[in-house]
Nanobody, 114 residues
């Protein structure tokens, strides 16, 4: 069983930066693919970024060049550094882990507004 707890969301002005973190508990987490999805009311949850056990990353086109996903396997933590934030980045951000099953965190709100 894997438990994921996000933190670091909040309110930021357009053009600003924010880092969200995901602390994971469980065994053999280093072999899991980890990632971030986001969701706004009335829309489907969408992929933001993923990172696999080898450190290979994948990003949604809308965040390429602005967001960076990373992981610290010693701390069982995944990070999403978000720069040059736009109002359209406003969403609940969910941490995600996958090996044979999918696991989700409870989400953290990110609001980009002046």
């Amino acid at each position: 069983q894997v438990q994921l707890v996000e933190s670091g969301g909040g309110l930021v002005q357009p053009g600003g930066s924010l880092r969200v973190s995901c602390a994971a508990s469980g065994s053999m987490l280093s072999i899991y693919t980890m990632g971030w999805y986001r969701q706004v009311p009335g829309k489907q949850r969408e992929l933001v970024a993923t990172i696999n056990s080898g450190g290979n990353t994948n990003y949604a086109d809308s965040v390429k060049g602005r967001f960076t996903i990373s992981r610290d396997n010693r701390k069982n933590t995944v990070y999403l550094q978000m720069n040059s934030l736009k109002p359209e980045d406003t969403a609940v951000y969910y941490c995600y882990a996958r090996l044979t099953d999918d696991y989700w965190g409870q989400g953290t709100q990110v609001t980009v507004s002046s």
